[in-house]
């Protein structure tokens, strides 16, 4: 395509959405989901939507492909103008009569969802996946769409594209399953492509080559993206414009530059400034709440109102940690005696690689060694399947490790008796990834707390431990009037929260923070990230944090151990791995962290402006 007919045809709107608003009506009231928001889409463009859970992003992308639940009242329109007529008025995708409704919704529009695994079926192999949606929109023959999901496999980068047609989704990567269904939504030939938190779910270097792909496939096909996120950093990769979304409203729309360069709502100053920059070692993240007050009038509107800060105010706000403070902390905290030692530790997994073949081991933790210092955080990074979940286990010994030696205070914790381990596991605690897992749903938040307290004898009785309980809750900033409340009630980061506050019953000395914040949005991630620092100085903790996100383990760690394929790969203070690794998986590493640096997104930019 010329550069001239592509510059005619970006200029052209090919999804125009007006006033768009939805609800949904429920026993007790109605729920709006999104009011009144209005923006478009050209040609080529790739559009970002960004917000946190909850502030309408995916369910205005559902109304957009028509997967809205039957009971939603929506009101607006949204207009497609289809780019093979362009001069034929456009369709709204509102209004659409039921027989139409194929051509548009799944073929013109596609969409690519955040968890492959839930979207792809478990008893069809994935080339049977992508010739049904072929055939579905294409009047070819069985054998012809065969060719043709070979050809996608080959487009979306699948290594051996022809084997890939008779596996099962199971037998892939998080990577793997994702370019599947890429394919999938490819097999339409879209126009638009509606991208729903594509990479929350991938590692970093995962996620970076799926957004390479995604440019590429836009390019190559001159294909809109409609990208939707929470992460400020992947969208600064990847959209030429963004919408900013709060609480079902667009509050701010702008280029992906002067987004960046100079954001005029408040809430997109939040939304930038929270997330941990491995450029720079802040004392404390920002939070949304730091750049805006929202009330409710009497109407029961939303009402924002940007916070002023003064020169002090914001330079106290954005505080840097000095060198010397760096120094001088990791100074004191080796001087002291290691409060975890491990040597030499393995775990080996049994393999049969076939029905009469002989079991082999798989080493996910081979012959590792490190030393953890009282009151020191210990970053923990890696891809999935590098060994870093296996080996927290192992520490806590919720796996047994097949060889190897755990020292934890001068106790030999492999050679524990059943009884003495219950003891010593008071003090060695864990946080899982999914805080909604790790609660007992028909258990009270009180329950779920004293619990624990009960187990390790704590509290001379139920009035005080329920007491240590409220004190806990408000300790980690919730209400103590939570304590009669049920999991369900309360969102992601709240739940996260109350994990902690479970952990801390016990009174524990060393923590393993297992992807804590790898499911929260980015303003609730700094909010929590805030909290295990401030209970660290509070209480003296040790924690083992581990996390595929440098960027987030830079900010919180002392030390950053790489793991890969079982092993260490390095070990080194979080500068020092950050600004000087030392081998080329850690690079590797640190490249594919999304990159939100101004001049970086005005270079990207400008190539695209040459390449268009």
Not at 107 to 125: A, C, D, H, K, R
Not at 357 to 386: M, N, Q, R
Not at 475 to 502: K, T, W, Y
Request: proline share 5%.
């Amino acid at each position: 395509m010329s550069s001239v007919v592509r510059k005619k045809i970006m200029s052209h709107p090919l999804l125009d959405v007006r006033h768009l608003s939805i609800e949904f009506p429920t026993k007790k009231k109605v729920v709006p989901a999104v009011l009144d928001v209005s923006f478009n889409l050209t040609a080529g463009e790739t559009l970002g939507i960004v917000g946190e859970s909850g502030s309408g992003k995916s369910v205005t992308s559902l109304a957009v492909i028509g997967l809205l639940p039957s009971t939603a009242k929506v009101t607006g329109e949204i207009l497609f103008h289809n780019p093979n007529t362009l001069n034929a008025n456009p369709v709204n995708l509102l209004a659409l009569p039921t027989n139409q409704r194929r051509i548009y919704w799944g073929g013109l529009i596609s969409m690519v969802f955040q968890e492959p695994l839930t979207s792809l079926n478990p008893v069809y192999t994935c080339g049977e996946q992508v010739v049904e949606a072929i055939l579905l929109h294409h009047q070819v023959s069985r054998k012809d769409a065969y060719r043709r999901a070979i050809a996608l496999f080959d487009e979306v980068k699948l290594p051996d594209a022809r084997g890939m047609m008779n596996r099962y989704p199971h037998q892939l990567s998080g990577g793997q399953q994702q370019r599947v269904m890429i394919a999938i939504a490819l097999s339409g030939n879209p126009a638009i492509l509606i991208a729903d938190e594509p990479t929350t779910a991938l590692d970093v270097t995962i996620q970076a080559t799926i957004l390479q792909l995604l440019r590429e496939l836009r390019d190559a096909r001159g294909m809109s993206i409609l990208f939707i996120t929470h992460d400020m950093g992947v969208i600064a990769e990847i959209a030429d414009r963004v919408v900013v979304m709060y609480q079902g409203q667009a509050v701010e729309t702008a280029s992906i530059y002067h987004l960046f360069a100079n954001p005029q709502h408040p809430y997109t100053q939040g939304l930038l400034n929270c997330r941990p920059r491995p450029d720079k070692q802040l004392k404390r993240l920002p939070t949304v709440s730091d750049f805006m007050d929202v009330t409710t009038n009497a109407e029961g509107e939303i009402e924002i109102r940007a916070k002023t800060h003064s020169l002090e105010q914001r330079n106290l706000l954005l505080a840097e940690v000095s060198d010397g403070e760096v120094k001088n902390r990791y100074q004191n905290l080796q001087q002291q005696q290691p409060l975890l030692t491990v040597r030499h530790l393995t775990k080996e997994f049994p393999v049969r690689t076939g029905f009469l073949s002989k079991k082999t081991g798989f080493k996910a933790v081979d012959d590792v060694s490190f030393e953890v210092y009282p009151g020191e955080t210990l970053g923990l990074v890696g891809e999935s399947g590098c060994g870093k979940t296996t080996l927290s286990r192992c520490l806590l010994r919720l796996i047994e490790p097949t060889s190897g030696e755990i020292i934890f205070d001068g106790d030999s914790v492999l050679e524990l008796d059943a009884k003495t381990l219950r003891r010593l596991r008071r003090y060695m605690q864990i946080v899982f990834q999914n805080p909604y897992g790790s609660l007992d749903a028909r258990q009270s938040i009180g329950n779920a707390l004293m619990e624990p307290m009960e187990i390790h004898r704590l509290g001379d009785s139920p009035q005080e431990r329920r007491q240590k309980a409220i004190n806990l809750l408000e300790r980690v900033g919730l209400d103590g009037s939570a304590i009669n409340r049920m999991p369900h009630e309360f969102s992601g980061g709240q739940r996260q929260r109350i994990c902690i506050a479970r952990t801390l019953a016990c009174e524990p000395r060393f923590i393993v923070c297992d992807e804590s914040v790898s499911a929260l949005d980015v303003s609730v991630q700094a909010q929590v990230l805030n909290l295990l620092k401030d209970l660290q100085q509070d209480f003296g903790l040790t924690y083992i944090f581990i996390s595929h996100d440098l960027s987030v383990v830079k900010f919180v760690s002392d030390r950053i151990m790489v793991m890969n394929q079982g092993r260490i790969e390095e070990i080194g203070t979080a500068d020092a791995i950050y600004n000087n690794p030392q081998r080329d998986y850690t690079r590797q590493l640190i490249a594919a962290i999304p990159d939100s640096n101004l001049q970086d997104i005005q270079a990207r930019q400008l190539r695209r402006s040459i390449e268009i």
